[in-house]
């Protein structure tokens, strides 16, 4: 297969033989230089080009990256800075591509009226996709992170450089066949399929295990050419306040970003979902999400990386690894330490010459005696995966050989109590449509258009992407947003698309045409929900600023604004009569409206944490609404009374939706699993589990035969409501 070029191309994939590209028609570049052969886009990089994979058919097809910059920019001065800026990018890889646990840049150059660099490919996977398949790190797995990642960062600190988009997406642990190749050795006649399975081998050096990437060209493009001075670089949750406020970053701003993406490996736990329910107050309770004993060395440590005020921060790399003492030099030269190999981490590690840095007669006293590592095999330090492989290895032998017949004799003759992982297997199966894979990043929310044949997506990634939801097919993506985008919804005719975003704007799309039709602006915050008046004359959307705005969909003007929450604002719905509009919030309450006077009628108390969504029944009776305290309540709309609680969710509960005839309630959270209930009674009908993450949002089409679902593993799951 060959990739289209063209930066604009919907669908660039096309067989070798094409001269054109069968879907922009634009010409087909076989070799680009002569010698890189594009054969996939990586990802897209907001406007100002493409990153895809390519092979270098003079090296054997060795895989590399190649960043194209083609920058949709106005006027002279935006066009020749980011010229410019993607140069100095290139130049700055060049110097710190030198150090091993940097990707080494490769070529420079232009061809076609595109700038291009290309960059070494590292063959692996980054720390979230390990995060998904573990669960969690243990404390042994932090402090080798931090012994890889420690010097590395000293090392661009000193050549000037801050990364300032550290998160587990952007450390890679390279696989092992690759990485023995890289230090000079052959690799394995059959290597592992999986990155982290390898033998330690003590002639390697530990540290070329773990390789930092993605150095922010089109970040530092966007933030310089596009947006405004002080423009937020980062990641939310991951980025200290200096970068998300002011856009300012230095070494301690790194180590922030370092310190967040430990957390999320010990816990689990997203520090972007964290940030957008609680802003930078999560980190003064982040020890809460434990879920395992650390040691008072690492949670002092993390407690001075995670501080909201620079100056309390450690200042620079050497000083974290001065406290931790870690066993590896800070300049760049490795310890003979084996790959791979635990340390226990309940006391002091020190150094290969057994000598205390000069600080520590700071530091809370410690045994004085040296501690080897204990390396330990993979499945002893991961049991977790062994019994998920068998687990999943049954499931799908079980439903390939007559599934309702084995499941039968194992139930009845074999298991006194239906197992679980038969239930869940077998439902599964069932019940999974199929999978949509085509954001970069979260899919924050979904909608499905009345027609049922249409479904929008939205993702942290910035764009909103349109699918046929019989075939699967993209349709068309839709970029405009300048940071994530959180909440989409289609109009009742189907035609227009909304769409919320961190960026604090509101869009209207018109889907036939893919066109953005207007951007309504007016909140001071993040938009949080967006939804449209049953008459197809408002838009309603609510906001971290606390607020809900009420918009005239003709001219785009704003008609009022409701305020009375004391917390950012959640989620919003009208009534099916349009006639209340209520709105849930981290306050742990929800709050109705008249929609016409913006007169508050009452407020709902019940709830014990964040009101994550609500929604109207079709008949306008019942409103429910999902919490972060795990569970879902209904309520009579008339007199406001509370008259069921609905719990099952083993965590929080991010979405709700009812099915067209109200007889179905389906839920989903952080627990990664969908629940479908009956409303009536507060009965489980069935739980569909599928995703590799939290779930975001579900939402039924009006003949209630399908459910989707999308997740923080980047899909949407198309499910079966009739089997």
């Known amino acids: 297969m060959l990739c289209c070029l063209n930066p604009d191309c919907p669908n660039p994939i096309n067989p070798d033989g094409n001269q054109y590209c069968q879907s922009c028609s634009a010409p087909l570049t076989y070799l680009l230089r002569g010698h890189y052969r594009v054969i996939k886009v990586l990802s897209d990089e907001g406007g100002f080009g493409r990153t895809y994979l390519a092979e270098d058919v003079d090296k054997l097809n060795e895989r590399c990256v190649v960043k194209q910059l083609a920058p949709k920019v106005q006027g002279t001065w935006a066009l020749n800075k980011a010229i410019e800026l993607f140069k100095e990018e290139a130049k700055r890889l060049q110097e710190l591509g030198r150090h091993s646990q940097i990707p080494t840049l490769l070529a420079y150059f232009e061809q076609d009226s595109y700038l291009y660099l290309v960059q070494e490919y590292i063959e692996g996977q980054n720390l979230f996709k390990e995060l998904q398949q573990r669960s969690q790190f243990n404390e042994a797995d932090i402090r080798e992170l931090f012994m890889y990642v420690l010097p590395v960062l000293n090392f661009i600190h000193e050549h000037g450089v801050i990364h300032r988009d550290i998160k587990p997406q952007n450390i890679m642990r390279r696989a092992y066949y690759q990485y023995r190749n890289y230090r000079g050795t052959n690799p394995p ?31 530092q493009l966007t933030a310089t050419v596009q947006s405004k001075p002080g423009t937020t670089i980062g990641s939310f949750g991951y980025s200290p306040i200096e970068q998300i406020n002011g856009g300012e970053a230095y070494p301690a701003s790194d180590l922030f970003s370092l310190g967040a993406t430990s957390f999320h490996l010990l816990t ?40 909201k005020d620079i100056n309390q921060r450690y200042q620079s ?10 066993g590896v030099n800070l300049g760049g030269t490795p310890s003979t330490m084996p790959s791979r190999q635990i340390p226990l981490p309940s006391v002091s590690l020190h150094s290969a010459n057994n000598k205390q840095p000069a600080s520590s007669k700071n530091k809370p006293t410690k045994p004085k005696s040296t501690v080897k ?40 003759k074999v298991f006194p109590v239906a197992p679980v992982f038969l239930i869940n297997s077998l439902q599964s199966s069932t019940f999974l449509k199929q999978t949509l894979a085509g954001h970069s990043s979260y899919v924050m929310s979904i909608a499905i258009a009345p027609d049922g044949k249409t479904l929008a997506s939205a993702s942290s990634d910035k764009t909103i992407k349109i699918w046929n939801l019989d075939t699967g097919d993209e349709i068309r993506t839709l970029k405009g947003h300048t940071e994530g985008v959180v909440k989409v919804a289609f109009s009742q005719d189907g035609r227009i698309i909304a769409s919320g975003s961190n960026d604090r704007t509101i869009k209207l799309w018109d889907i036939a045409k893919g066109e953005e039709i207007r951007t309504l602006k007016g909140h001071t915050d993040g938009v949080t929900d967006v939804t449209f008046s049953p008459d197809k004359k408002t838009l309603a959307s609510s906001s971290s600023d606390k607020t809900v705005k009420l918009w005239n969909l003709t001219t785009g003007a704003e008609i009022r604004t409701l305020k009375g929450h004391t917390s950012r604002v959640t989620s919003v719905a009208f009534s099916p009569d349009g006639e209340v509009i209520a709105a849930g919030s981290n306050d742990k309450t929800i709050k109705l409206w008249n929609t016409s006077t913006g007169e508050e009628l009452r407020t709902l108390k019940g709830h014990n944490d964040t009101v994550t969504q609500i929604a109207f029944t079709p008949d306008g009776n019942t409103l429910a609404s999902g919490s972060a305290d795990r569970t879902i309540k209904l309520w009579n709309v008339a007199n406001g009374q509370e008259y069921r609680t609905i719990k099952g969710h083993t965590d929080a509960v991010w979405s709700i939706a ?15 699993m969908i629940k479908l ?36 593993d980047g899909t949407v799951k198309i499910w079966r409501m009739t089997p």
């Open 677 to 712: 209930w009956n409303p009536f009674n507060g009965d489980e009908i069935r739980t569909l589990q599928g995703h590799d993450s939290r779930i975001w949002s579900v939402a039924f089409t009006t003949d209630g035969r399908t459910l989707a679902s999308s997740s923080e």
């Open 317 to 326: 790399a050497e000083e974290v690894h001065r406290y931790l003492n870690l």
């Open 268 to 307: 689990g736990v997203s520090p972007f979902q964290l940030w957008t329910e609680y802003g930078y107050g999560w980190v003064n309770s982040w020890r809460q999400h434990l879920k395992q004993q650390i040691s008072q060395e690492l949670g002092e440590v993390l407690d001075k990386m995670l501080k």
């Open 373 to 412: 590592f204990l390396a330990l095999p993979l499945f002893i330090r991961q049991p977790t995966k062994l019994i998920k492989s068998v687990l999943v290895t049954v499931g799908v032998l079980l439903v390939t050989l007559a599934a309702t017949q084995v499941y039968g004799y194992m139930r009845y």
């Open 189 to 219: 006649s059959n290597p592992p399929s999986i990155p982290n399975l390898r033998e330690p081998t003590s002639g390697i050096p530990a540290q070329g295990d773990i390789v930092l990437i993605d150095f922010g060209a089109s970040k």
């Open 658 to 672: 009812f099915s067209f005839d109200s007889t179905m309630l389906a839920s989903a959270g952080s627990d990664k």
